[in-house]
């Protein structure tokens, strides 16, 4: 079974930075692009930015280009994103996500809320 958990949220400042962490199970990590989504209230979830299997292609909303960093330990299965000047526009809550083969698995999703 594909399990994904992403931990890492919480309250910061505008301006401050987080780090999400995502473990991976259950899958063959190399095989997936992971990555992030993020849905804020009364929104529809959006893509913030992947790493895709193979050529490790990266992908970042405009949103969040120059801010966001996300990486992928392949030894243990593990994606991070790093958050950095954040603003109050980022809040919401972020999922990790892995894709294979036109299938989708999230994580539970972590709530990020960023005070002005």
Do not use: H
């Amino acid at each position: 079974e594909v399990q994904l958990q992403g931990w890492g949220g919480g309250l910061v400042q505008a301006g401050g930075s987080l780090r999400l962490s995502c473990a991976a199970s259950g899958l063959t990590f190399d095989d997936y692009t992971i990555g992030w989504f993020r849905q804020a209230p009364g929104k529809e979830r959006e893509g913030v930015s992947c790493k895709s299997s193979g050529d490790g292609t990266t992908y970042y909303a405009d949103s969040v280009k120059g801010r966001f960093t996300v990486s992928r330990d392949y030894n243990k299965k593990m994606v991070y994103l790093q958050m950095n000047s954040l603003k109050p526009e980022d809040t919401a809550v972020y999922y990790c996500n892995g894709r294979w083969r036109g299938s989708d698995y999230w994580g539970q999703g972590t709530q990020v809320t960023v005070s002005s």
